[in-house]
C-alpha cells in the first residue's frame, strides 16, 4: 500500500522559517507534490519535486531524497497568511494522475 | 483562464439518496481527478478520467462512479447515500498526465448527509 506520513500540527513564529517533512513508502514514484490549503478552500499548488535536491520559488523551497522516500517544504520569512494546511503528495507512477496525499500539516504562524 | 469549477458548492441530502456533482475542468485540459476530502482521512483518490474513459479507480465502493463528457466536463454520482460520505469532495484538472504534470482543484462541493 502506499503511506504518506507528515507531522499533524505546526506553530512558527512570523518572520521565522519552518520546515515541514514529509516521508513516504509507496509501490512507485514519478514525484512528490506539495499543496497549501486555506481552511475552508481548495488546496493551491506551491512545488514538484521530481528528482533528488532541492527546488526554490521564492520564500517557498521543497527538497526530495528518493532513496529515503522523504522531502521537506522549506518556508522563509513566515507571514500570518501562511497559515494553512501543507499537503505532501506522491504520484506513484507514470501516465496516471492520481495523487496519495498525506492527512497534511496544519500551520500556525503566530505574532 | 478559468479555473476549475465545482457545482454546486454545497449540498445537503438523507441517507438513501442519491446525487450527482458536476466539475467543469481548466480550459484545455482533458484530465479530470476526483478526491474525497475528510478530517479525518485527508484527501483520498476517487477515479480518474482522461478523453471520457476512466484510467484509474481508487478503493471506494461501487456507489461511486463517474463519468466524462467529451468537452471534458466530469460528474460524479454517488448512489444510495450513507452518513459517512458527507465529505468535501473536490476535483483537479490537468492537461494530460505526462512527467510533471501538475493537478489544479476546485473549490469542492462541501456534502452533507442526514
Known amino acids: 500500500g502506499q503511506n504518506i506520513d507528515q507531522p499533524t500540527e505546526m506553530t512558527a513564529t512570523e518572520g521565522a522559517i519552518v520546515q515541514i517533512n514529509c516521508t513516504y513508502q509507496t509501490s512507485g514514484f514519478n514525484g512528490l507534490f506539495w499543496y497549501q490549503q486555506h481552511a475552508g478552500e481548495a488546496p493551491t499548488f506551491l512545488s514538484y519535486?521530481?528528482?533528488?535536491g532541492l527546488e526554490e520559488k521564492g520564500r517557498f523551497s521543497s527538497f526530495l531524497s528518493r532513496s529515503k522516500g522523504y522531502s521537506y517544504l522549506l518556508l522563509k520569512e513566515l507571514q500570518m497568511k501562511d497559515s494553512a494546511s501543507y499537503l505532501c503528495?506522491?504520484?506513484?507512477?507514470?501516465?496516471?494522475?492520481?495523487?496519495?496525499f498525506g492527512t497534511g500539516t496544519r500551520l500556525t504562524v503566530i505574532p | 483562464k478559468a479555473g476549475v469549477t465545482q457545482t454546486p458548492r454545497y449540498l445537503i441530502k438523507t441517507r438513501g439518496q442519491q446525487v450527482t456533482l458536476s466539475c467543469s475542468p481548466i480550459s484545455g485540459h482533458r484530465s479530470v481527478s476526483w478526491y474525497q476530502q475528510t478530517p479525518g482521512q485527508g484527501l483520498q483518490f476517487l477515479f480518474e478520467?482522461?478523453?471520457?474513459?476512466?484510467?484509474n479507480k481508487g478503493n471506494f465502493p461501487g456507489r461511486f462512479s463517474g463519468r466524462q463528457f467529451s468537452n471534458s466536463r466530469s460528474e460524479m454520482n454517488v448512489s444510495t447515500l450513507e452518513l459517512g460520505d458527507s465529505a468535501l469532495y473536490l476535483c483537479?484538472?490537468?492537461?494530460?498526465?505526462?512527467?510533471?504534470?501538475?493537478?489544479?482543484f476546485g473549490p469542492g462541493t462541501r456534502l452533507t448527509v442526514l
Open positions: 478520467y482522461f478523453s471520457e474513459t476512466q484510467r
Open positions: 519535486n521530481v528528482l533528488d
Open positions: 483537479a484538472s490537468s492537461s494530460t498526465a505526462g512527467r510533471g504534470d501538475t493537478q489544479y
Open positions: 503528495a506522491v504520484r506513484d507512477r507514470t501516465g496516471a494522475n492520481n495523487l496519495f
